[in-house]
């Protein structure tokens, strides 16, 4: 992984030199970190890891409803919240 400052990227020639290698980007005044640059060659790759990273969290959220669920049924003669 390269570090480069925005400074760096806002260069095309230096942009186009990163073709195989993720990027991490950092403000150069603030010196904190604004983010990553993936090439488009490891774009396939990556956003599988993003859908599974996506996947995993929709899961928790919907373990989470149907625990909160299970803990506050609907009784008879009860009106329910519209949630299907």
Not at 16 to 36: A, L, P
Not at 43 to 60: C, G, H, N, P, Q
Request: proline fraction near 4%; glycine fraction near 8%.
């Amino acid at each position: 992984m390269i570090e480069a400052t925005l400074a760096d990227i806002r260069k095309p020639e230096t942009l186009y030199s990163f073709q195989n290698d993720i990027v991490h980007i950092i403000d150069g005044r603030k010196k904190e970190e604004v983010g990553f640059f993936v090439p488009k060659s490891m774009a396939d790759e990556f956003k599988a890891f993003v859908e599974s990273i996506e996947k995993a969290k929709r899961t928790a959220l919907l373990q989470r409803i149907a625990k909160a669920q299970e803990r506050d049924p609907i009784e008879e003669g009860g009106v329910g919240d519209g949630i299907l």
